[in-house]
């Protein structure tokens, strides 16, 4: 079945940085498209970014465009999410998710999380 | 971007009774939506797409209907399983959104 497990979550401060990976099992990972999607305490669901199967297409959130950059390893089956100039406003749960397609834009499978915390 | 506007923000309702949320999206997005459920500490589950086809495994008591810029989330008989919070998301275009979710409790 679909795994996903995320690392690399955190305390960081204002303006750090952070690297996100996601570990991908149980489907062909190179040829499904690859999201991540926060959630803020107490707060609803935002997509942050996707990128193509074959990692020829990324979009962002216009509150991360600039900040954050998703990239892949097809070959080790991973996901990441580089995060830079972190705001406190950024304090959230990261979601890693399968596309239910290549490049469908729906979000099929979630990872369970990983807590990145904003805070000096 | 496109605004989806999810109505009621929280709704109350017993088992067995019929519930339905609205979501409404700022500009015509076809058929392009699909429904989540989240319930406390857990992912999103993801229910229905194409605004009306079931997701496999999903219960039949659920189902969703719409097009263009209106859509809605049907449960036909509430289980004590559905209380959950739901979400709409349109992937019409990037940047994707989510609507702002509708939360569902036991009355």
């Known amino acids: 079945q679909v795994q996903l497990v995320e690392s690399g979550g955190g305390v960081v401060q204002p303006g750090g940085s952070l690297r996100l990976s996601c570990a991908a099992s149980g489907f062909t990972f190179s040829s499904y498209g690859m999201h991540w999607v926060r959630q803020a305490p107490g707060k609803g669901l935002e997509w942050v970014a996707f990128?193509?199967?074959?990692?020829?297409?990324?979009y962002y959130a216009d509150s991360v465009k600039g900040r954050f950059t998703i990239s892949r390893d097809n070959s080790k089956n991973t996901l990441f999410l580089q995060m830079n100039s972190l705001r406190a406003e950024d304090t959230a749960v990261y979601y890693c998710?399968?596309?239910?397609?290549?490049?469908?834009?729906?979000?099929?499978?979630w990872g369970q999380g990983t807590l990145v915390t904003v805070s000096s | 971007a496109i605004q989806l506007t999810q109505s009621p923000s929280s709704l109350s309702a017993s088992v067995g009774d019929r519930v339905t949320i609205t979501c409404r999206a700022s500009q015509g997005i076809s058929s392009a939506l699909a429904w989540y459920q989240q319930k406390p500490g857990r992912a999103p589950k993801f229910l229905i797409y194409?605004?009306?086809s079931l997701e496999s495994g999903v219960p039949s008591r659920f189902s969703g209907s719409g097009s263009g810029t209106d859509f809605t989330l049907t449960i036909s008989s509430l289980q004590p399983e559905d209380f959950a919070t739901y979400y709409c998301?349109?992937?019409?275009?990037?940047?994707?959104?989510f609507g702002q979710g509708t939360r569902l409790e036991i009355k």
């Open positions: 998301q349109q992937f019409n275009s990037y940047p994707i959104t």
């Open positions: 990128i193509r199967y074959d990692g020829t297409n990324k």
């Open positions: 194409d605004a009306s």
């Open positions: 998710a399968k596309d239910r397609l290549y490049s469908s834009g729906m979000v099929h499978y």
